[in-house]
């Protein structure tokens, strides 16, 4: 006993004087209201405020106006961030942080079931608040995302987590937010083993595979209606909310036609809520898309264009000429998990692409909150949200100058080291380098 | 059944003749000579392509031409066959044939198998299953009587052919295309010799990559000289000795597009080789460099079905150089007989023989001159394969093979009537059969005041019975020589059914007998009235114009240039520049580039004749050059065994890719085009420059160190390839570090001998030792002069080849990817190793699980050259923005980390003389940027290269217009084509190959080309 306690004090010993391997804890509910002075205020609602003052208590934005700005100073923490930036926290949609942690290593990826059709498959269940890489997208601004399994037809449920908190209980932000439809293909890949090229056709299975969509839609609308069923399942179980609007459907299409096709396939079938995911090629439905009201997604631009012909910054400039058609856009960094902390920088691309850099913002902070219907709550920078927001030395979205120096998630103080920032202490201390 | 059982006796019979002839066969019954002279007179004989005899002879005796010409006295017992009004043409030689030879079987490769190291053949060949100098095209050649059919009816005589399977292929054979013994049918072996890039059937692993296959050619090269001048043979090697005795004979060499025509001449220059080139008929696209390679080409003439193009959106996936290929493909035999460059026409790569003329007639269309189209299927396959003794021509002493055409060969209404083949008749359409056609007088079961009109063609009658003005009745009619069937009902209400008549010709009138509906015999008297007048052929005179076809362009697809880049002089004035030098950023700044070099840098600097660009605003830097990319190539990894050093990355430059374009949009300047990570070591890099629109030689940087790319760790064990990747050595990084100390220690040995060779006194009676380019590539790393790139990721095995080399006595030039370098900086400095990293990159596999964005700031702080690279076709196009994240992680300054994507790279690659910094005298390899380069929101605006502008912004927009104008041109070209009746395909896009090295998706573009290639397995992400 005496012995294991000494090993223990030795522990803590070591640990202070290098550092532990685990990810530090999760932060602590806000105590006091703390108030942000004189930094720019990007607000991602209303104009950019100049040396502003931003006030949050319970984890709740109080206050945000121009310097000046009255607020009850007594027990409220003051940190002076003059000349520093504000910004809503980032987020970050259809993503598969805490899912997967080394990409690789099976053992350590939870994302696909088996099968087709999995629409009660939760990854709320697997999402890992001890992963290693969430501190190190946290560190960037980005402090929401909406874990998304994959699959192949319906991957399953998704849910909207806060990037803190013990468990996965704390961390979420709305639980089983939607479902995610991976529309059928248009076209489909092949690959000539004769000629070793790889040729884009036609689905000829298409509508083959969209029939069997339709039963299950039919299917689930039919059992929806049934008040107490028996027996149970708990795949059209899942499916309910899509008809009363209470979950989202959300689909992950590219090419033009396959919008156009999966939305009215989703309305003919009673879904009350549907957000396109992906859209490469959405620009070919962009009038269809404003005329029905159905938003956008668009994944990571930081890719090739599709075609050989297509201008070489398109995907770059997509979201604005979606945007300029009327579409609401949203923007995710899809796939790659640990990329998630570039998240800024595809807004930031954006921008540099014709977007203004306020609506840039906007696309990966109040637009896709929209989309994903927690605009009530997060998003944006306006009194009654959640303090869930950013300070960074500079601009959020270049790299030059970003440098993310406070967090809060619902008003907790956030810490923003991380295993990574961890190893580079280590071994500047090893050279003595600065 | 008499009729067939006399057609049965008709093929006994000729076949007898035929044996008669192969006179080393024991005869069966008597003997059964026949005198087979023949003159064929009153023809217009088309000798050659560029003689044509009006009203003269041929005569042939037996298999050979005695006479041709006018005045011939012909000697007794010669058959005549009057051919006045058509013509005679030799028969077409086919150049590039698999005729007769037996079908390739590919056996599956399976993918995920067991790897196959060695030849399956059994017997003493080559190591190598792809490598079959042995295969005598005239051992194995057996008459295929449907296929010999199919080519005499598209006009063929003789073909030149072999097995078109593996990268040595063996010698090719001429044969006639008679039925009959193969003994007569074959006329010359040996003819050529025979390669191409493709393994083909083989099995066996290596090689599993384009560049792989080009080595393995040289090493056979290499090692059939060496087995030429071994003194004490240790091995018997039946394939180096048929590759030794092949080399006499024309050398042909098969490509599948057009930069395989220069890469094969390359290949023949370096064995003083001068290849017959048979293409894939896109040589048009770049015509300048296969008019300059000098060589010779066959042809196919496979052009591309029209794309359906009706749905605007379907539409998008064909690419413009697909389109503009539909369009211009057609022309390339036009377009190159104007260039001058030689060829021959083949039937390959065509559908069906049907659609072969119809193509040459096409081709004939857009401009290719007839006596060109007819040379290059006679005189010219004949004379590229040393024949033109035999076939090509109609001469005295040559093969009777010839044609007899009822017109013009090219024209569309030309009829073959028959194709003689070693002096043997094969009738393709009857030119004697009897004319009908007229109109006749009829009655039919006593109605009478009928009439019947005959027309059409001669070979092709249409029938119709005139009941009335009004009435007109088309009996169904079946002709077998001068004797008809007809059926029909002259009254179409009131007839219960078909009357039924079999008819004669008796050369004036038709008559026959037969029954109506009713079963009533009936009469059938056509009695002649008036001859038949055939419509006047259309002035055929005025020549229909050559259809108008867009430009070439250089690349071919819509971001080239109909002109290629030339260096200007340009002052750039009032810049903010970023020197890479002591002065550090300099604003307000001129820059003037001149003969593609940096000429000045200053304030106020002015030059006669420069064209003024204002940086005001605006920032100078380098062009960025990427330490690592894999873009422009046609293939990465040759992972087929642990040590590949022999490959060469610049045999397989694809000067095509687009991505060269969008990198230059993006700043990039220069790459260094590295093999893949898939084994230890791996191949030699390509050092280029990105000069959108040139061809792979001139992309090279000219007098670059030469640099090779090594691997360590999950990659080269295999550790993500599956579980059946269990048997290539090494599976550990223990075994890595003994493949490397192997590697060397056979360098270091095989150098010994070679230095004892050339510096003993007795070399002439000595046997040099064997070459080995795998070896050769080692011995130039002891030597320092080749440099390694090595992918690295965890500290262990870096700090192993840092033992390994010291051990040895060789450097590690750079580490590349290097994500612990952090950790081992201290010793990779005491090494003098430079670290190519990434910006950010990790978690992707378990050897980046401590991979730290601060990775690159904090080798530089140790004092390690270090640079930032892309190992991406997308993010290449952005390193300036992954350089600025070392600001942000680790805190460099914006000079330090702007040096990171331009000097720091040029270091590692000796090229800092030259590149890297702007400073007079240097390369002018710049970029002008519309603010602070590393900025997420700066774009470049011009993009130079040794002072020619490759990539302007408002350049840029020119071609997107241009673009759009183009494709919409010719969509509305193959709407109207698809409703003038042309077939039409689906829509397809055919992916530009990419390596990029995503992780998640499902088979990525180079596991594809592993499973096509062979049974070894890759991991699903190419390098990282």
Known sequence: MKKSALLYTLALFLGMKTTFAQNQAAATPQSKPIALTGATIHTAAGPVIENGVIVFDKGVITK????????????????????????????????????VEIEAVRATVDQQEVGAINPHVRALIAYNTDSELIPTVRGNGVLITQVTPVGEIISGMS???????????????????????????????EFNFETFSSTTKKNDKKEEQIRELAQLFDDATAYAQIKNPNPINVKLEAMKGLFDGTKKL???????????????????????????????????????????????????????????????????????????????????????????????????????????????LKLVTINNAKILGIDKYVGSLEVGKQATLVVSQGDLLDMRSAKVEHAFIQGKKIDLDDKQKRLYKKYSEKYGTK | MKKILYTFINIIMFGTVLRAQTTTFPRNGVQDERPNTYAFVNATIVSD???????????????????????????????????????????????????????????????????????????????????????????????????????????????????????????????????????????KTNVSANYSLSKGSSTQDYPNSLMGSVALLRQTYLDADWYKKSKNHTEYNISLESFNNSQSVPQVFEVSDKLGILRANKIGKEFGVNYIIKGGGDEYQRLDEVKAAGVSLIIPLNFPTTPDVEDPFDAGVVSLSDMKHWEMAPANPAILAKAGIPFAITTSNVRSKSDFWANLRKAVEYGLDEKVALAALTSVPAQFNKVDNLVGSLKPGMLANFLITSDNLFKESNVIYENWVKGKRYVVNNMNITDMRASYDLSV?????????????????????????????????????????????????????????????????????????????????????????????????????VPTIGKIVYPFNGYGAETKPKAETLLIKNATVWTNE??????????????????????????????????????????????????????????????????????????????????????????????GSANCIGGQSAIVKLKWGEAPEVMKIQNADGYIKFALGENVKQANWGDRARIRFPQTRMGVEQIMMDAFLRAKEYDKAWAEYNKAANKATLTPPRRDLELDALSEILNKKRFITCHSYVQSEINMLLKVADSLGFKVNTFTHILEGYKVADKMKAHGASGSTFADWWAYKMEVKEAIPFNAALMTKVGINTSINSDDAEMAR????????????????????????????????????????????????????????????????KTIIEGAVYFDIEKDKELRANIAAERNRLIQKMLNSKASGAPTARPEMRKPRLFVCNSLGGLTEEEGETRAFGTLQLQDNCDK
């Open chain 2, 445 to 545: 079961a006593g109605k009478s005041g009928l009439k019947l009109n005959v027309t059409g063609k001669v070979d092709k009658p249409e029938f119709q019975i005139q009941v009335s003005d009004s009435v007109k009745v088309s009996p169904k009619v079946t002709r077998t020589g001068d004797l008809l069937t007809l059926s029909f009902k002259l009254d179409a209400k009131k007839d219960k059914g078909d009357t039924r008549i079999s008819a004669y010709y008796d050369g004036k009138n038709i008559k026959g007998d037969g029954f109506d509906a009713a079963g009533t015999p009936v009469k059938f008297d056509a009695i002649f009235k008036e001859a038949f007048k055939e419509a006047v052929a259309k002035a055929d005179t005025t020549k229909k114009p």
């Open chain 2, 49 to 187: 392509a560029n003689t044509v005899l009006e009203g003269a002879t041929l005569v042939i005796k037996g298999s050979v031409i005695e006479a041709v010409g006018k005045n011939i006295t012909l000697p007794a017992g010669t058959q005549v066959i009057d051919l006045k009004g058509k013509r005679i043409y030799p028969s077409l030689v086919e150049a590039y044939s698999s005729y007769g030879m037996p079908e390739l079987k590919r056996e599956g490769r399976s993918f995920r198998g067991d790897p196959q190291f060695e030849s399956k053949k059994q017997g003493a060949y080559n190591w190598n299953q792809a490598v079959l100098p042995e295969v005598n095209a005239a051992a194995i050649y057996a008459s295929n009587p449907t296929a010999a059919d199919e080519l005499r009816k598209a006009g063929f005589g003789a073909a030149i052919t072999h097995v078109q399977d593996g990268i040595v292929r063996g010698t090719s054979a001429l044969v006639a295309l008679i039925d009959g013994r193969d003994q007569e049918a074959l006329l």
């Open chain 1, 64 to 99: 945000v106006g121009p310097a000046g700005t009255a607020y009850d100073k007594t027990g409220t923490e003051t940190i002076d961030v003059t000349g520093k930036h504000v910004f809503p926290g980032l987020i970050a949609p259809a993503n598969q942080l805490g899912l």
């Open chain 2, 582 to 675: 002591k002065d550090g950023i300099l604003k307000n700044t001129d820059v003037l580039l001149k003969d593609g070099k940096i000429a000045q840098v200053g304030k106020n600097l002015s030059a006669t004749g420069a064209k003024v660009v204002d940086g005001t605003g605006k920032h100078l830097t380098n062009g960025i050059f990427d330490e690592h990319s894999h873009i422009a190539l046609l293939s990465v990894n040759e992972g087929s065994q642990s040590v590949t050093a022999e490959v060469r990355m610049e045999d397989v430059v694809n000067s095509e890719d687009v991505n060269i374009y969008r990198q230059l949009a993006g700043g990039v300047t220069s790459s260094q085009l590295l093999h």
């Open chain 1, 250 to 360: 959300y689909i992950s299409a590219d090419y033009g036609k396959e919008i156009i096709e999966a939305v009215q396939f989703a309305k003919s079938k009673g879904v009350k809520s549907v957000v396109i995911i992906g859209g490469e090629e959405s620009l070919l439905a962009a009038d269809f898309l404003r005329d029905n009201n159905v938003p956008v997604i668009v994944s990571g631009t930081h890719r090739l264009p599709n075609s050989i012909d297509d201008d070489t910054d398109l995907p770059y400039k997509l979201p604005q000429l979606l945007a300029q058609k009327g579409v609401t856009v949203g923007l995710a960094y899809i796939g790659m998990h640990w990329r998630t902390r570039n998240l800024p920088f595809l807004a930031g691309t954006v921008a540099g692409h014709g977007m203004s850099k306020d609506d840039a």
């Open chain 2, 878 to 941: 952005r390193l300036n923005q992954e350089a600025a994240k070392t600001v942000m992680y680790g805190g460099l300054t914006e000079e330090e980390a702007w040096k990171l994507v331009t000097l720091n790279p040029a270091k590692m690659m000796h090229l800092d003389n030259r590149l890297g910094s702007i400073k007079a005298g240097k390369d002018a390899d710049v970029v002008l940027w519309n603010e602070n380069p590393l900025s997420v929101y700066a774009k470049p605006e």
């Open chain 1, 159 to 189: 849910s909207i987590m806060n990037l803190d908190g013990w468990n996965w209980e704390d961390a979420v932000l709305k639980k089983d937010d939607g479902v995610h439809l991976n529309w059928v293909g248009y076209f489909k890949r």
